[in-house]
């Protein structure tokens, strides 16, 4: 059993952030289950995020044991232990967690090299979002607007420029500017973000996430190198 909804949607207002879950895209692979992890889970569902977070660093030590390198196969784990420093206001052990997540799934072979698919760059729109999260939790305002930046030009590139995920990623920018006192770059956001409201044909908020693992395959790919370098990311800091 998997522990977390993944924070999608993180949206920072003058002091505070509201959030949508959103369900996390890929199981853990079969060297990283484990009976800890599926006790964290049962924990974590019962609202005992304090004695699940024992279990999931325990099903994380044995995952490393079992996957013998295989890193892209632990960072289920990874978002599980992100989650639920999270859910426990441990906010900068969080935070360090999401950028490893970050730092595994840029340096990871493409999904039609591998077939990993939790490397594909748009699955990463969740963690980016749950980074901006914890930055903003912590006062990090500045950084957190990179990531909403970065969400915002990920999703351009998975679904297009007039789809209601991006009205949302609009509005999550805009509060960040707002946030910032940087009120005339807001405007137009959300000016855009409305307009995208009023005129959008999309339906269910559930189809985003399929949006997201298919994106289009004549788009150019994003620059990764260089949102790495702005959000301080490929650091290869050990856990």
Known sequence: MRICLSVLAALLTAGWISTQTWQRPAEAAACADSLAAKRAGALYTLGDSAVALTFAREALRQAKQNCAG???AVVPL?????????????YREAETILRRIIDIKLAAPAPEEAGTAGATLP????????LAFVYGAQGKFTAAGASFEWV???????VGDDHMLISQALRNLAGNYRARGMHEEARPLLARAVEIVESSKDK???EWAENLNQPAEDEPPIEKANWAATLGLLSKEPL
Request: glycine share 2%.
């Open 78 to 90: 990874l978002t599980d232990l992100a989650a639920l420093y999270q859910d426990l206001g441990r």
């Open 70 to 72: 295989q890193t892209i």
């Open 204 to 206: 269910a908020a559930a």
């Open 123 to 130: 699955n990463m729109i969740i963690d980016i979002n749950n």
């Open 152 to 158: 915002l030009e990920i999703a351009e590139q998975a």
